[in-house]
């Protein structure tokens, strides 16, 4: 399937979701997950953790839930039972949404959640919170009493490194979005509609199974010098460069591929900072193994760029951002490739590799893939995007 051969019709009836549906995770693995926490939060000296609605929400109990001004959490001893804190008028939602055993414990809105969360955590000392928890809450419960610590080691110990059917589920929305990817470049054609191009992006998530688009960006010409591109539609033209971003959701894991090419002919200079970007990606790929540092994977991009007499560092024309960032339950979470972050690389870590090249107010070009780490390296989700001209193989 090339660029410009197609419509948006043919393409949305052509789509075949996946003859099989990768599992959702099981009950096993939800109990392995809250052992592993209870161990991690003790080795920070913390007798409980805390854990607000969000992604590590869902993590540990299944519960898909996003923060609201209402407390949702789970209160997990290093010894005894889950205990979760939620508006009684959610009971019989929680009761569908919950995969785990637990106390629970309901509050009417007249009620002080912080105070039926330092009820539960009576007697445990000290209370390691997820980074996430607002400023508010977290002031509010030192008042009622409770310690809190930070609990970052707790959660990201375990939600860094994924399992098989983690891998499984993140594998399938990769392969959703690279096809929906691939259909996107056929619809195109002069004077389509960026608009246009993202509600067709979104249709073809929905048809292959990913509940829709995650996010869509859209970027034609010089909106792709803008990392997250500018306000407004645009029009494609002739000899223009195309740059997409999306990514849908399986179970709750998300995909996050980008493509740049050309529509029609463009200059020798943007294939040449393609070829340096292609270039760059895969120095990334080729750094990574247990054990490395996350910064050397960023710095690996960076010396390909300034061998190239860009940057250096985030100067313009060059990278304006880090190589790459952690994804899961979450599309940006940690560990992530940039300076600083010296977090060793280990088997079933997942990043994005995106160094992306702009040139300012010209034109930009990001290759975007993700990986996982190995025993012995790393191994693509997707295949690299092979030339400017041919974004799919």
Not at 227 to 239: F, I, K, S
Request: aromatic share 6%; glycine share 10%; with cysteine.
């Amino acid at each position: 399937m090339t660029i410009g051969t197609s419509d948006a019709a043919a393409q949305l009836a052509a789509i075949r979701p996946p003859a099989t549906g990768v599992p959702a995770i099981g009950m096993p693995e939800y109990r392995a997950r809250l052992d592993r926490a209870r161990g991690l939060t003790a080795a920070l000296g913390a007798d409980a953790l805390l854990v607000p609605a969000g992604p590590s929400l869902r993590y540990f109990t299944g519960v898909p839930w996003g923060a609201t001004e209402r407390l949702v959490a789970l209160l997990l001893p290093v010894s005894g039972e889950p205990i979760i804190v939620c508006p009684r008028f959610e009971a019989g939602t929680l009761a569908a949404d919950l995969t785990i055993a637990a106390d629970l414990r309901f509050w009417e809105e007249d009620d002080s959640p912080v105070a039926l969360v330092a009820d539960a955590a009576r007697g445990m000392g000290t209370v390691a919170v997820d980074p996430l928890l607002p400023f508010g809450w977290g002031e509010a419960l030192r008042r009622a009493g409770v310690s809190p610590v930070d609990g970052a080691a707790a959660i990201d110990g375990c939600r860094m490194v994924k399992s098989p059917a983690e891998l499984a589920c993140l594998g399938a929305a990769k392969a959703m979005t690279l096809d929906v990817q691939r259909r996107a470049a056929a619809i195109l054609r002069p004077g389509i509609a960026a608009s246009e191009v993202v509600r067709f992006i979104d249709a073809a998530h929905h048809a292959i199974g990913g509940g829709g688009s995650y996010f869509c960006a859209v970027q034609f010409g010089r909106a792709t010098a803008f990392p997250h591109g500018l306000p407004g539609d645009q029009l494609l033209e002739e000899n223009q460069l195309v740059l997409i971003d999306t990514g849908c959701r399986v179970h709750g894991y998300h995909s996050d591929i980008t493509r740049t090419y050309a529509f029609g002919t463009v200059t020798q200079e943007v294939r040449d900072i393609w070829g340096i970007e292609h270039e760059a990606q895969a120095a990334a790929f080729a750094a990574v193994a247990p054990g490395v540092p996350c910064e050397a994977v960023d710095a690996a991009a960076r010396v390909v760029l300034e061998r190239h007499g860009l940057g250096p560092e985030y100067r313009l024309p060059g990278l304006p951002h880090r190589t790459g960032h952690g994804i899961g339950l979450a599309i940006h979470e940690p560990a992530y490739l940039v300076r600083g972050d010296r977090t060793l690389l280990a088997p079933g870590m997942c990043f994005s590799n995106e160094p992306m090249i702009v040139v300012p107010d010209r034109f930009g070009v990001r290759l975007e893939d993700h990986f996982h780490v190995t025993a012995t390296g790393a191994a693509w989700f997707t295949p690299p995007q092979p030339a400017i001209d041919r974004p799919f193989d």
